[in-house]
């Protein structure tokens, strides 16, 4: 296959997991409706298409579909807040991409978590305040083992179902004999 249409389906891929990561996202800040609370599980797209395209690909998903979302939802967008979403796009896509494995991924979901969740503590430091940001605290750090749990599962699932459609992004790819 052309190196084109690789670059066509990958541009593909990522456009069609940022559109569920906005998805999910739209879904739990209507569900959960708490504008400096939420939960991570929109990162679950950003995270798979980081695997598989590469880090680059993951920090462009987050950051579109991240000011979609919170467009979408009806809520300001806090630029000190994308930092978060960033953190799910690059971190699984810098250890993973195009080394996978189970073992690596339990690590790198709390890892990544981490990261993200130090991100939004700040933003919300900067955007409202030290109250604010202690009152949410101990709940948002409660809460990263299980979503970590909970996104490990889903993301090692989907991935080894859908390993026959993305090999190609993942492998080297072989020049063509004509």
Do not use: C
Not at 31 to 37: A, H, V, W
Not at 41 to 50: D, E, L
Not at 122 to 148: D, K
Not at 155 to 166: A, M, R, T
Request: positive net charge.
């Amino acid at each position: 296959m052309k190196k084109s249409h690789i670059q066509i389906q990958k541009l593909a891929l990522a456009a069609i997991l940022a559109a569920t990561s906005v998805v999910i996202d739209v879904f739990f800040k209507q569900l959960i409706g708490i504008q400096n609370f939420g939960v991570p599980f929109y990162a679950i797209p950003i995270v798979m298409g980081s695997i598989i395209l590469g880090p680059h690909y993951g920090v462009l998903m987050s950051l579109a579909s991240d000011a979609i979302g919170v467009t979408i939802a009806g809520y300001g967008y806090l630029i000190s807040f994308a930092l978060a979403p960033v953190m799910w796009g690059l971190i699984p896509g810098l250890l993973m991409y195009k080394r996978y494995s189970n073992y690596r991924l339990a690590y790198v979901i709390p890892l990544t978590y981490l990261f993200a969740s130090l991100s939004n503590t700040l933003a919300m430091f900067i955007e409202f305040g030290r109250e604010t940001t202690f009152a949410t605290l101990a709940i948002r750090v409660l809460f990263i083992p299980l979503n970590s749990v909970i996104i490990f599962y889903v993301i090692k699932d989907v991935y080894h179902k859908l390993s026959p459609f993305h090999e190609k992004f993942t492998l080297r790819a072989v020049p063509h004999q004509d």
